[in-house]
């Protein structure tokens, strides 16, 4: 049992829309192999026919979907085979999470130009949340076929349809390695490697293994090795080339050709450089166990992979995975995906080109032990860490990421702060909390035009000088804790707030210090910065190219600044930013862009304000011996969407909340402690006690014994909040749209505020 449920589809439908439209029609198409021509004698083959049975079959998956779906659950919807579907689904549940996935290459928007069905397929995906593909270069082509096509507006995120985004990105597939590698143990698999090293001593062995596919590029790869042959004569009785070739599609006239034609040519080349005891090509019609295809992988010299086109091309990383004894050599053709991940250590061929495939396969041959290891490193490498697994969870957790920016996107635009309200509940309290942002909330805001010739070492953001005052009251006031917490390095904050008596968060909570005291970290364990070197480069680049952009490399995170360049060259160059990110550092780890209004900031998924509040909460309260609980909060700055949740973590039932379940790759610990502390952060708000809150919280959370939790309640049974709603006040600065409860619309309305509450009476 395998979990799976059935769809059923009679044999009229599987053949319009399976062998027809998916395997005739699409597979070429997205392959740029053209269309077939229309057979307009034979009305079961014409393209509308087809289509109509694509369109009824997608139909009957969405039915099982529907009948079987939980509200929660995420559909993945994955292949050309099932383009409709995300139309299907949500029309009938606007709210179901549909991420669609594309195996194959999409092609040049010129190319799907041609597909008579073109429009309807491309609005029927974007009806999905997130759409991906395995290289970027697909997923451009996509957005460039949805803007020249459908005359939507492509944004860096995605496509955007009357206010709807549908999210593009590229989210290049892996294989489960462990399996590969561990089954070279195995006795059977130990047992086909002698055998087939036996049977070949003495000579060297080139594999192919392909599904006998006109996109797999067979014929050319067996050219160049007649070529190689041709030209190398002393290779002759020295090598021989595998090909394994899986019978696929074997009902589409098209592959029953391809069948013939690779036979004859294999027949001719054998015929002329074949002797009584020996051939140079051992050519299988057949598909091989996983035993055998893992045996052959680990004892061949080299891999020949000459696809004309192909979405990744899983044998190439397969191959990779089974060499690390051997550490043998990867042909591979430039037109496959995998050539964007696996190109550094493979040799990188146009099959087109056969006078070049031969002579890459003498260098292979040749090619010294010192180069074939560093080549194989390189690729070993990038296959163990980017697994199936990974690419799996990577997408779904982005899906359940772009859900909730959806939802944030749709904020509402806060009222203004009522600051004789936020003072007067101020003056009542006697243990208040005042989160603050830095900047944009306490610093000067930025005048672009105006400041078009300040020095570039004016950057360093700066506390205006109007509120030194009333900050100081406030921090000296006894009733009353500061934070300042902010993106900013530690430098920063050292720098602008040393004198006074508050605590600094930096690095968006990862790190921590009161005044008096040093900082310490609140960053979660296993934290990879790993990134940081490939991301700089990109930055270093363009801040080379735009004029009076900067970046700033902190210890968490790493962000380019182009608040003082030209706006509509910066937003350009922004753009290309973004581009180069998604293919190359960003491509497979899991990291987060942040997109400022003038910044891209890049910081791994685990840093964010709302992620660090409650551990930082947790220090506060222990380092100040609190004994009572804080009964007003005031959170105020000009946070990014991203660090936006920070809002609604001390009032969890608002509907914008980000749940837990959502951030699934916050490492546990984290996640856990967010749930636990905010059961102990109760507010008054209705008449539910402390005990069924809790209560209700355990359902959410693995548990509620957390370490932070634990530090962080008063004393057994009491809580560290005791907020009414009234004295709670959330308030974005600058920000027209926000999950706050207000706003103030810039930083000199904080000032008012600042003052009026130092001055309380
Ligand atoms: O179902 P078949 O007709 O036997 O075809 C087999 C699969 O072929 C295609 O595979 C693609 O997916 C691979 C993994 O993402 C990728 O490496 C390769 O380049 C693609 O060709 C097809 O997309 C699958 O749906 C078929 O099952
Ligand atoms: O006899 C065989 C030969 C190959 N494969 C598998 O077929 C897949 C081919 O995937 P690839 O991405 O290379 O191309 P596709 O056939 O999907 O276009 C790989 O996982 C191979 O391990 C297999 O199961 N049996």
């Given at each position: ?278 051939v140079p090509i051992h050519h299988l019609d057949r598909s091989l166990d996983f035993h055998e295809l893992c045996a052959l992988y680990a004892v061949t010299d080299v891999a020949l992979v000459t696809s004309l086109r192909d979405g990744m091309n899983l044998v190439s990383y397969e191959y990779v995975a089974c060499q690390e004894s051997k550490k043998g050599v990867l042909i591979l053709s430039e037109f496959a995906g995998a050539a964007q991940s696996l190109g ?148 920063v904050l050292d720098d602008n707030f040393s004198d006074y008596n508050l605590w600094l968060a930096a690095e968006n909570g990862m790190f921590l210090r009161v005044t008096t005291g040093d900082w310490m970290t609140t960053m979660p364990e296993n934290l990879s910065m790993e990134w940081v070197d490939s991301v700089k480069n990109v930055f270093e680049y363009f801040t080379d190219r735009t004029p009076r952009s900067q970046f700033e490399v902190r210890e968490t ?55 660090a509040i409650d551990r930082i909460l947790g220090e506060i309260v222990h380092n100040k011996g609190m004994k009572e609980p804080i009964d007003y909060v005031l959170c105020i700055g000009h946070f990014l969407t991203k660090d936006e949740d920070i809002y609604t973590f001390f009032e969890p039932e608002l509907p914008s909340e980000v749940p837990a379940s959502v951030r699934p790759q916050v490492p546990t610990q984290v996640r856990t402690s967010i749930v636990g ?85």
């Amino acid at each position: 049992m395998q979990r799976c449920i059935p769809v059923f589809l009679d044999e009229e439908v599987v053949h319009q829309y399976y062998n027809g439209y998916c395997n005739n029609i699409l597979w070429p198409l997205f392959h740029y192999i053209g269309l077939p021509q229309e057979d307009r004698l034979a009305t079961t083959r014409s393209f509308q026919s087809q289509f109509d049975a694509y369109k009824k079959a997608n139909q009957l998956f969405a039915d099982v979907v529907n009948e079987h779906y939980e509200e929660g659950d995420v559909v993945w919807c994955h292949d050309y085979h099932l383009m409709f579907l995300p139309k299907c689904l949500k029309e009938r549940n606007s709210k179901m999470k549909v991420g669609w996935f594309l195996h194959t290459p999409f092609p040049s928007s010129e190319i799907h130009r041609m597909l008579p069905s073109r429009l309807e397929l491309l609005r029927s995906v974007l009806a999905a949340d997130l759409v991906g593909f395995h290289t970027y270069d697909y997923a451009r082509h996509f957005v460039s076929a949805c803007t020249r096509i459908l005359g939507l507006e492509g944004t860096p995120e995605g496509v955007e349809d009357q206010g709807k985004l549908t999210r593009i990105a590229a989210f290049p597939v892996g294989i489960d390695s462990e399996r590969f590698i561990k089954a070279l143990e195995l006795p059977e698999v130990q047992d086909h490697m002698k055998v087939l090293k036996q049977r070949f001593a003495g000579r060297k062995v080139m594999l192919g293994v392909d599904r006998l596919d006109m996109i797999k590029g067979i014929p050319q790869k067996i050219l160049a090795f007649e070529k190689f042959l041709e030209e190398n004569p002393n290779w002759r009785n020295k090598v021989v080339l595998l090909q394994i070739a899986v019978p696929t599609r074997t009902d589409v006239p098209e592959y029953q050709k391809l069948t013939s034609q690779v036979h004859e040519i294999v027949g001719r080349i054998n015929g002329r450089f074949g002797s009584l005891t020996a051939v140079p090509i051992h050519h299988l019609d057949r598909s091989l166990d996983f035993h055998e295809l893992c045996a052959l992988y680990a004892v061949t010299d080299v891999a020949l992979v000459t696809s004309l086109r192909d979405g990744m091309n899983l044998v190439s990383y397969e191959y990779v995975a089974c060499q690390e004894s051997k550490k043998g050599v990867l042909i591979l053709s430039e037109f496959a995906g995998a050539a964007q991940s696996l190109g550094a250590g493979a040799i990188l061929v146009n099959p087109w080109n056969v006078t070049e495939v031969a002579s890459s396969i003498g260098y292979a041959l040749n090619m010294p032990a010192d180069e074939r290891e560093k080549r194989h490193h390189h690729n070993f490498k990038h296959v163990i860490s980017h697994t199936a697994q990974e690419w799996a969870s990577t997408f779904v957790s982005e899906l359940n990421v772009t859900i909730v920016e959806a939802q944030l996107r749709t904020r509402q635009i806060p009222p203004p702060l009522p600051i004789e309200v936020a003072v007067d509940r101020y003056s009542c309290s006697n243990n208040r909390l005042l989160i603050l942002g830095f900047n944009a909330t306490l610093t000067e805001p930025v005048d672009t035009l105006g400041r078009k010739d300040s020095q570039i070492n004016e950057w360093q953001p700066k506390l205006r000088p109007d509120l030194r005052e009333p900050l100081r009251k406030l921090c000296d006031d006894p009733k009353t804790t500061v934070l300042v917490l902010s993106g900013s390095a530690r430098n920063v904050l050292d720098d602008n707030f040393s004198d006074y008596n508050l605590w600094l968060a930096a690095e968006n909570g990862m790190f921590l210090r009161v005044t008096t005291g040093d900082w310490m970290t609140t960053m979660p364990e296993n934290l990879s910065m790993e990134w940081v070197d490939s991301v700089k480069n990109v930055f270093e680049y363009f801040t080379d190219r735009t004029p009076r952009s900067q970046f700033e490399v902190r210890e968490t995170s790493l962000i380019w600044n182009y608040k003082y360049s030209d706006v509509e060259f910066g937003r350009l160059q922004a753009r290309d930013l973004l581009q180069h990110l998604w293919t190359g550092p960003i491509s497979n780890a899991s990291l987060d862009v942040v997109q400022g209004r003038r910044s891209v900031e890049v910081r791994s998924v685990a840093v964010t304000k709302s992620a660090a509040i409650d551990r930082i909460l947790g220090e506060i309260v222990h380092n100040k011996g609190m004994k009572e609980p804080i009964d007003y909060v005031l959170c105020i700055g000009h946070f990014l969407t991203k660090d936006e949740d920070i809002y609604t973590f001390f009032e969890p039932e608002l509907p914008s909340e980000v749940p837990a379940s959502v951030r699934p790759q916050v490492p546990t610990q984290v996640r856990t402690s967010i749930v636990g502390s905010r059961a102990a952060l109760l507010m008054k708000q209705n008449s539910t006690s402390a005990v069924e809150q809790n209560k209700s919280y355990a359902i959410d959370g693995d548990t509620l014994h957390s370490m932070v939790t634990d530090r962080i309640s008063l004393q057994e049974g009491s809580s560290v909040l005791d907020l009414q709603a009234n004295d709670y006040f959330s308030c974005s600065v600058a920000r027209k749209r926000s999950n706050s409860r207000y706003r103030l619309q810039s930083s000199d309305e904080v000032v008012t505020l600042l003052r009026e509450l130092a001055d309380h009476r």
